[in-house]
């Protein structure tokens, strides 16, 4: 049924004139360099937008750090045409809702409707995204949104320790960065900053629009370039080089009055792009994925020393982290901690039977396959595989790459990405 399911995904085919095409997938890039891929779904009377802007913390500071989330908080307050409240109350009439924030690697708007409200969703879509109030008063009321978005971070243990853990494993690295940035960057950030920080972003030759639903792809098409085909083009997209991340393998210990203890091991992993991307999923499900990975049947179920068990390990354009995370109650974390590191020693030196490793391509590839099940989830797929250059073709041949994956491969990037692990323990005094 997996292998079925994975299978169904389309591939595309280039096509004469600048547009390419599968069975219900429609591409065109128009004149100014703007981006528009269309997917049509006729099994669902419901439509998904998803507008993706090249523009995230991947592109920040320490001084800018939050700027990206701030812009797309202040830009969803209000356009020249309404209010925020207006602007949600009008997407709840469309039978569905809107968003605008600021990632890792990318920034942008996503919106859902009932399908036959599409033309109105994608008019606001574009009203957000190009008719922005951004008034000074208004990036005031972000700002205090977004301080008290990063105390109740700072209040949280385990979101408090996931932020300690990135900036102890990246260093000088961008992806060391909260997105939502930190008290020090809000602060400094002001309206003139948030203003500029748009319009040097905001440009035809970074956007991707994605639609996914019950629509026609050429009536998408003709809407996209109506509303979106008037921006001037600014040029090619060159951004500087960021230096690659340098594993440290260090070990923090935070003190946080908290219940439970975090346990957070890990390392620099590789990017969406890279050869190893697979082999590192597999490994992350191996000792992660779900109830079956060995962090889960081994730490929690077997010898009670964990509440959660699991691992992290999502595509970035930069190299990224892979994570194994443990919640444990305080009494629990030092033999918690140790059990953790016996099994990153295990999966180094001990290779993975073939019945686990087969259950964890089938968990991985299963799980894929049910997260790009709806038009929400497809319309961002198709925007971030085009913003990361990743390529229209990408779920084929990760599938393919995923069921190659050897249990030497599993043991040879387990030894690379995990030779010195980083650890990050938060804990109560």
């Not at 320790?161 to 002001?190: Q, V």
């Not at 923090?252 to 992993?269: S, T, W, Y």
Request: charged share 25%; net charge positive.
């Amino acid at each position: 049924m997996i292998r079925a399911a994975v299978l169904a995904l389309l591939l595309l085919a280039a096509l004469p004139g600048g547009v390419a095409r599968a069975e219900s997938v429609t591409r065109e890039r128009l004149p100014n360099g703007f981006s528009v891929i269309v997917r049509e779904n006729p099994l669902a009377p419901v439509v998904a937008v998803t507008l993706l802007v090249d523009m995230g913390s991947r592109l920040e500071r320490p001084a800018t750090a939050g700027i990206s989330n701030f812009v797309h908080d202040l830009m969803i307050q209000a356009t020249r045409k309404r209010g925020g409240t207006e602007l949600a109350e009008t997407m709840a009439n469309l039978g569905g809702k809107i968003s605008a924030a600021g990632d890792v690697d990318y920034s942008g708007i996503r919106a859902t409707a009932l399908a036959r409200f599409w033309r109105e969703a994608l008019d606001l879509v574009a009203e957000i995204a190009l008719e922005p109030k951004l008034t000074a008063d208004d990036a005031a009321g972000s700002r205090d949104f977004l301080l008290s978005r990063v105390q109740r971070r700072q209040d949280s243990p385990s979101s408090r320790a996931f932020d300690e853990f990135y900036a102890a494993l990246y260093g000088a690295h961008p992806y060391a960065l909260p997105s939502l940035g930190t008290r020090e960057s809000l602060k400094r950030i002001d309206h003139a900053a948030a203003v500029a920080h748009y319009r040097a972003f905001y440009r035809p030759e970074r956007m991707i629009l994605a639609v996914s639903g019950q629509v026609t792809a050429a009536d998408v098409v003709l809407a996209a370039r109506r509303l979106f085909g008037g921006m001037p083009a600014g040029g090619a997209v060159s951004d500087a080089a960021i230096p690659p991340p340098v594993a440290a393998g260090r070990r923090v210990v935070v003190e946080q009055p908290a219940q439970q203890a975090q346990i957070l091991a890990g390392g620099i992993a590789p990017a969406l792009n890279d050869a190893d991307h697979a082999a590192v999923k597999v490994l992350s499900t191996v000792l992660g994925g779900g109830m079956a990975g060995r962090l889960f049947s081994e730490l929690r179920d077997k010898r009670g020393l964990a509440y959660t068990a699991t691992s992290y390990y999502d595509p970035v354009r930069e190299p990224g982290a892979f994570v194994l995370y443990l919640g444990t109650a305080p009494r629990n974390a030092a033999r918690a901690e140790e059990a953790l590191l016996a099994e990153i020693a295990r999966i180094k030196t001990q290779p993975v039977g073939a019945e686990e490793l087969g259950r964890a391509k089938g968990y991985l590839l299963g799980r894929y396959a049910m997260d790009r099940r709806t038009n929400e989830r497809q319309s961002w797929y198709l925007a971030f595989y085009e913003l990361a250059r990743a390529g229209a073709d990408y779920p084929e041949r990760y599938r393919r790459a995923v069921e190659a994956v050897t249990a030497a491969d599993v043991q040879r990037v387990a030894q690379r990405y995990l030779a010195r692990p980083t650890i990050l323990v938060l804990r109560p005094k």
